[in-house]
């Protein structure tokens, strides 16, 4: 039997919490883990700290690069651009095309600012 493709479109905390779950309930599948951004998941808050050097840059990373390797979780960097239901598939701005048996897209969200004077 083949091993189930998890794709998680995400790498905040929605989506690494979800990846982390997946690994304990199903050693054996395939996990694939999309960022946006070119980094491991950080803490958005931390980087105060770190500009005024309260943390180590390390520190931000509230997942280290080993940890995806010790979970085996395949860290993608890109952007995924277009979903094909029917076919299974996410297709990354760059052209690669990620099949799955399973998807979560765990995006969160963007703040919105208030509308008032001053804001």
């Keep these: 039997m083949q091993p189930i493709r998890y794709v998680i479109v995400g790498n905040g905390a929605a989506g690494v919490t979800a990846a982390e779950t997946i690994r304990q309930q199903d050693p054996l599948g395939e996990i694939t883990l999309i960022s946006a951004e070119p ?3 950080y803490s958005r ?3 105060a700290y770190l500009f005024i ?3 180590s840059q390390r520190q931000v990373f509230a ?9 085996r979780i395949n860290l993608l960097f890109g952007k995924a651009e277009q979903l094909d239901v029917d076919r299974q598939q996410v297709v990354l701005g760059d052209g690669r095309i990620l099949p799955y048996d399973r998807l979560l897209i ?3 969200a963007r703040a919105v600012p208030p509308l008032y004077p001053g804001a």
């Design 63 to 71: 997942r280290q690069p080993e940890w995806y390797q010790q979970m």
């Design 39 to 41: 980094y491991p998941m």
């Design 106 to 108: 765990a995006t969160g």
């Design 45 to 47: 808050p931390g980087l």
């Design 53 to 55: 050097n309260e943390i």
